[in-house]
């Protein structure tokens, strides 16, 4: 062994020095630590945020809360599958009628859409079929129907990309090789193409999922019972507006939480074998 290998072989193994990183976490738990004591010292009611917390009415809104979001996500997921089919179908006249859908309710805040669906009856007065059925609009479009309409027509659009963005990822020789023994365009999507797409859709799902569980709170202002809206009825009597906007933050984290974890196992179901595969791809890359 040459002297070089040998001193080479003696040096010491010096980990960097992370003086800087440590500085900031000090300055960021400082930050945090006199933040909790503020709230703490400030003049906030903890007894009341306590009372509060599993108080019937807080319990029913985030009941309603819940239902909501599972309501407008289910109805912008179907929109969404639909629209993107027929965002990339051959006929023109199909695919432009989902490109103005996908346009239009992107486009209109979601706020503005709830307060047209819950005022419509300024332009309809009646819906139905002429003389054979009609009924006064006010008592269709009820705020869980506004809510719902305005929530999940805006999720469709959204969704829509979402789905089209997945069913891309896909190799177009699939639905080559599905057309070669006879299988139509639809069937091909939803028995070849939409189930390996899911891999793609599913973590962008879950976060507008997570996200309609916040902007339900926007359904208040047309006085769909909510949770904020619960929050506010009980604020408008006792005065006591921090102590309740705290419980209504309390139990949306709380949900966004629960949901949180719902999409990390929903997530590992879909991608059931892509990471053992992607594996054994960098071993044989790196072999």
Do not use: H
Request: with cysteine.
């Amino acid at each position: 062994m040459s002297q070089a290998s040998s001193s080479a072989m003696r040096l010491e193994v010096v980990p960097p020095k992370k003086i800087g990183s440590n500085i900031l976490a000090a300055v960021c738990v400082l930050l945090v630590l006199l933040i909790v004591r503020s709230f703490w010292l400030g003049q906030i009611e903890w007894s009341v945020v306590g009372e509060n917390l599993f108080a019937r009415p807080i319990l029913v809104g985030l009941v309603s809360t819940i239902v909501m979001t599972f309501a407008a996500m289910g109805l912008g997921i179907f929109l969404g599958v639909c629209a993107a089919i027929m965002r990339m179908s051959n006929n023109w006249v199909i695919r432009s009628i989902a490109i103005g859908y996908i346009w239009l309710f992107r486009g209109v805040p979601a706020l503005l859409q709830l307060l047209l669906w819950f005022n419509l009856a300024l332009i309809f007065p009646t819906i139905g079929f002429g003389d054979t059925f009609s009924v006064r609009t006010v008592d269709v479009m009820t705020p869980f129907a506004a809510a719902l309409l305005g929530l999940g027509i805006q999720q469709g659009a959204y969704t829509a990309e979402v789905v089209r963005a997945g069913i891309l990822s896909i190799d177009k020789g699939q639905m080559e090789a599905a057309a070669a023994i006879g299988m139509t365009r639809l069937r091909a999507l939803w028995r070849i193409v939409l189930p390996q797409a899911m891999r793609v859709i599913v973590p962008p799902i879950g976060n507008e999922t997570i996200g309609m569980i916040k902007l339900t709170s926007l359904a208040s202002v047309i006085q769909y019972s909510e949770v904020l809206r619960k929050v506010q009825e009980v604020y408008y009597v006792n005065s006591r507006v921090i102590e309740l906007l705290i419980v209504a933050a309390f139990w949306y984290m709380v949900l966004v939480t629960i949901f949180s974890v719902v999409q990390i196992y929903i997530e590992r179901y879909f991608s059931q074998g892509w990471g053992s595969a992607s594996r054994t791809e960098q071993v044989e890359a790196i072999a």
